[in-house]
């Protein structure tokens, strides 16, 4: 049994408060998922709740102790709620980003989201998330997102794009798709296309940073940036 350190709360406030600052996990990838709930009605299941919950636990730090709450607050808020019910995810919006699609899981980086093992996407979230029965309140504070995209499953005029500009918080968009790289160039022109139409139609969009990966061989695809758009 390891030994408590039961002479903690004698340390210096300055001290304690760098301990807990040092022991914020960190930024992480939050896969995002939800759970719909279901009420009969005249011999009929109807969807009548839907929650959104995010892959990992709540941070420790919220459960310490009431000085360490208070320091864990000034950087995570209970977020991800919906229409007339509160949300119970505890997120970092300036260092943690959500992630739609895979396996639901969260990873520590990247690298270990692309080095992991898993199906193609089975559905697509981004609009049931943005939705207005379903939707959650805080889309507009999300600022680091992934989408996996799977042109079998998922494909419309504009892409995704009449979402992803929904998000106004967003700076960086991290796009995983599922194609062979002999795919790349075709994908990567539609993707240019669609994004030109869209920001043509809406100007008043600040496009985030695109990077776009496959993930059947983890190579970069490329970057679709603001600075790229055409004009005409």
């Not at 005249?42 to 208070?70: A, F, M, N, Q």
């Not at 990966?213 to 055409?230: D, L």
Request: charged letters at 25%; hydrophobic letters at 40%.
């Amino acid at each position: 049994m390891a030994a408590s350190f039961t002479l903690f709360p004698e340390l210096p406030f300055e001290l304690r408060l760098k301990i807990w600052q040092f022991s914020v996990p960190g930024p992480r990838i939050l896969g995002v998922g939800h759970e719909i709930q279901y009420k009969s009605f005249y011999g009929r299941l109807l969807p009548s709740t839907i929650e959104w919950r995010t892959s990992d636990p709540i941070p420790s730090l919220l459960h310490v102790c009431h000085e360490s709450r208070k320091e864990a607050l000034k950087l995570y808020q209970r977020s991800l709620g919906v229409p007339l019910k509160q949300g119970k995810n505890y997120i970092d919006f300036g260092n943690d980003t959500i992630y739609f699609g895979g396996p639901g899981r969260g990873f520590s980086d990247l690298d270990v989201l692309l080095q992991a093992s898993f199906n193609r996407p089975g559905n697509y979230l981004l609009d049931m998330f943005l939705g207005a029965d379903y939707g959650v309140r805080d889309a507009e504070k999300i600022q680091r997102m992934i989408v996996d995209i799977d042109e079998d499953r998922y494909g419309r005029r504009l892409f995704i794009w009449d979402e992803i500009r929904l998000f106004t918080s967003l700076r960086e968009l991290t796009i995983l798709v599922w194609e062979e790289d002999s795919e790349a160039d075709r994908l990567m022109a539609l993707y240019q296309r669609t994004l030109s139409e869209t920001v043509r139609k809406h100007p008043e969009w600040s496009i985030p940073e695109i990077v776009v990966i496959a993930m059947h061989t983890k190579k970069v695809w490329g970057s679709v940036k603001a600075s790229t758009v055409s004009e005409d």
